[in-house]
């Protein structure tokens, strides 16, 4: 690798560490805590390696695009990859954050369908980047199955966060 990917790489992992700082900086706490949650959910301590282990994948997908076609022969694939990661980071804030656990899940559909269409416009370019997304749309699609679980055990709690 040249000191130019090499550059970029570093680029791509710094774009999702800020996008897990969301995660880190919006914690479930109390709140979370006293929701009505399915029986199948994950222990808290699964999500962040698991966190960890997708953002590598993400920043190593978006880098190997990038690798491949730059950003001038890949300017609509990066760019839907870079609104993916916008909505990532906004998630935490949303449900954590404004605690609105509804509109969380309708942001999490969102995501969940530019994840789809990064693939979708990634494959072309790189399938290896394409294919790298794929553990990570199947972990969204678990969290909105899990979202929408907490959202209708906790109606009251969907769109007045407060109650």
Known sequence: MDFQSGLGLAGFVLANFAVATSG???????????????????????????????????????????????????????????????????WSAIFFGMRRIDLAFGELVLLWLSIATTIALFHPIHPGAAWLLVPYLCWVTFAGALNLAILRRNPARGADARV
Not at 41 to 60: D, E, G, M
Not at 69 to 77: K, W
């Open 24 to 90: 880190g900086f919006f914690r479930p706490g109390d709140w979370y805590e006293r929701l009505a949650k399915p029986p199948w959910r994950p222990p808290n301590w699964l999500f962040a390696p698991a966190w960890a282990v997708l953002y590598v994948t993400i920043a190593v997908s978006g880098w190997l695009v990038w690798r491949e076609a730059g950003f001038a022969g890949a300017g609509l694939p990066l760019a839907v990859y870079g609104v993916q990661l916008l909505l990532n980071a906004a």
